[in-house]
Structures are given as structure tokens and as C-alpha cells.
């Protein structure tokens, strides 16, 4: 079930007798059709038709923005995705007309005006620079720092790094083309153990969850299940799963808000449940990437148009 647990006690001087409650909320979760039968003066509860949603996790209420933001334009062009060393002491930017991942350490862990460019990984000998060739915008890097994917529209490249975190030591060693169901790709997120990928697809109004048999290895990666997300996202540029897979956030563009959808069954997309949304719009209107805090405290979205990075925090 999840949340606290609760122990329904009911006592019956008549053996058989049954009972039945509908939408009954307890402690922010909403029960329905559970019901019990009582047999010789003790309660055996059985479960019908379960479904319970959680009002505690992860929300938007009490964000705002910090009035903090980085500018990224000297060292990126067309900046995309973001990603975090999980102590915060290095921010990594995708650019996407620079053909490169940008990287910035940072004096104080998470807050971004602290941060000073440090070196980049240019990545023009995989991708190239010919128009539509080079479209990259998702990144992710692995949480030992030792390797690193980046996204570019219909195919993955992974890189591999001698030293743990430094995107100087970084070569390719994966490759594999999603145009077989990917039509324009943007950003994508693992599972914590490698074993599945999930990319958003503005065409096709979609989040696709991949199974790996080889964890980590993408090219092993087959599409298991698409989540249909037309009913909310006009141009969805972003994607990250946290709450140990129970929220997913997606950056819509053209909606300038990032959308939030609850997953019932954890890094289950079929599960998956909107919930609402976060206005973006007064710092940017054209928003291109979005991370999140080790500790889901603070949440970064990349701005297009203004060449930065903002910060969002409870």
C-alpha cells in the first residue's frame, strides 16, 4: 500500500456478517471498496479494487523562484539539459548549437551563483555540426561519475570516463539509434541500477520506459511501454524521475511549466497519473532543461532565450 499502515479492528457476535466502506480518507489517502468479513469474532480484511494516492509526496507547494540564476551563454550556445555531481559541487550543461557538455564548479554546493566555468567535453567528432545532425540535449551522468550519456533526438551515445567526474577523460563507448520509434527525442533518465530508460518525445506527445538486459548498456535497450501524454504536454523538452520513482517531471516549452505526474508503481510508467503543474514563464519563455536537488529542495531550469540556469527552491 505504501504510507503508514493501518490495522482495522471489528468485532461481530454473528459469524458472516460483512462490511463495506467507499471513499473513505485516512491520513491523505483516499480508500476505495475496502471491505471485511468477520468469521467467528475475528476481522479478516480483504482488499478489493485498491487504489490509493498520496497527498504527502513529493509537491510543488512552497517553490518559488530564488531569484538566483547563472549565465551560461559564454561557454554554451543553445543550452539544453542539466545534471549535478549529487553533492552539488559540479553542474554539467548541454549545449546544443556548441556541440558540448559544459562544466562548472560550484564554491557552494547548489547555489548557482557560486559557480565558475571549469572545462568542457566537446563532442562535434560524434555528433558533427551539420544541421539536424547535431541536436544534442539530454544528458545524464551516472551517479559514480564514471560514465555519461547525451541525447541527441533519435539515438543515445554513452561515454565512459578514466577519471570519475572529470568530462576531460571522457571517450564514447555506446551507441544506438532509437529511429525506429523516437521521431524528436529531448532529454531522458535511468533507472538508479541501469535497468531501464526513459525518454520524452515532443512528436509524439510521449514517455517512452525501456527495459536493458545489460544494465547501463544502452545498447541493449528495447522499448517495453509508451505513456501518452497529449492530453497535457504541448512541447514536452525535459525529463526527470525522483522520489525513488514516484515523480516524474516533465518541461513543457510551449506551456513554459513543468508538469508533474505521480507514479503509483515505482519507475512504472504505466502507473503513471498527472498531477499538476509549475509556472517557469516570468523567468524564461522558452525553457529547454530541467534537474533537480540531491535533496528535491531545489529544482534548475535552463532558459533559451537568456542563456541561464535558474534556481527554484521551497
Not at 543553445?78 to 546544443?96: C, K, M, Y
Request: aromatic share 12%.
Amino acid at each position: 500500500m505504501g504510507g503508514n499502515v493501518f490495522i482495522l479492528k471489528a468485532m461481530c457476535r454473528v459469524p458472516g456478517c460483512y462490511f463495506l466502506m467507499n471513499e473513505k480518507y485516512i491520513d491523505n489517502m483516499k480508500l476505495y471498496r475496502i471491505s471485511g468479513t468477520v468469521v467467528l469474532g475475528v476481522a479478516l480484511l480483504f482488499w478489493s479494487d485498491f487504489s490509493a494516492k498520496s497527498d504527502t509526496g513529493y509537491s510543488f507547494d512552497g517553490f518559488s523562484y530564488t531569484g538566483k540564476s547563472l549565465d551560461i551563454s559564454e561557454h554554451t550556445s543553445n543550452a539544453r539539459a542539466t545534471d549535478w555531481h549529487p553533492d552539488g559541487s559540479e553542474l554539467f550543461v548541454v549545449g546544443r548549437r556548441s556541440v558540448n557538455v559544459a562544466n562548472y564548479s560550484l564554491s557552494e554546493p547548489w547555489d548557482i551563483e557560486s559557480a565558475g566555468f571549469s572545462i568542457e567535453l566537446n563532442l562535434s567528432d560524434d555528433l558533427g555540426r551539420l544541421p539536424l545532425r547535431s541536436v544534442a540535449h539530454g544528458l545524464f551522468i551516472r551517479e559514480d561519475g564514471e560514465k555519461l550519456w547525451v541525447f541527441n533526438r533519435t539515438e543515445i551515445y554513452g561515454y565512459k570516463m578514466d577519471e570519475a567526474w572529470d568530462i576531460s577523460t571522457a571517450s564514447k563507448s555506446q551507441y544506438k539509434s532509437l529511429s525506429d520509434f523516437v521521431s524528436r527525442g529531448h532529454d531522458f533518465d535511468f533507472h538508479p541500477d541501469g535497468s531501464r530508460l526513459f525518454i520524452d518525445d515532443r512528436n509524439k506527445s510521449a514517455v517512452f520506459q525501456l527495459e536493458l538486459s545489460e544494465p547501463w548498456d544502452v545498447t541493449t535497450a528495447e522499448l517495453v511501454y509508451t505513456l501518452d501524454i497529449s492530453d497535457q504536454e504541448e512541447a514536452v523538452r525535459g525529463l526527470e524521475i525522483i522520489d525513488d520513482g514516484r515523480i516524474m517531471l516533465l518541461m513543457d516549452t510551449d506551456r513554459g511549466e513543468v508538469l508533474k505526474y505521480h507514479l503509483q508503481e515505482p519507475y512504472e510508467l504505466q502507473s503513471a497519473e498527472y498531477g499538476n503543474a509549475f509556472d517557469v514563464s516570468e523567468q524564461t519563455v522558452d525553457p529547454r532543461g530541467l534537474s533537480v536537488s540531491a535533496s528535491m529542495d531545489a529544482f534548475y531550469v535552463t532558459g533559451r532565450d537568456n542563456e541561464k540556469v535558474y534556481k527554484y527552491r521551497k
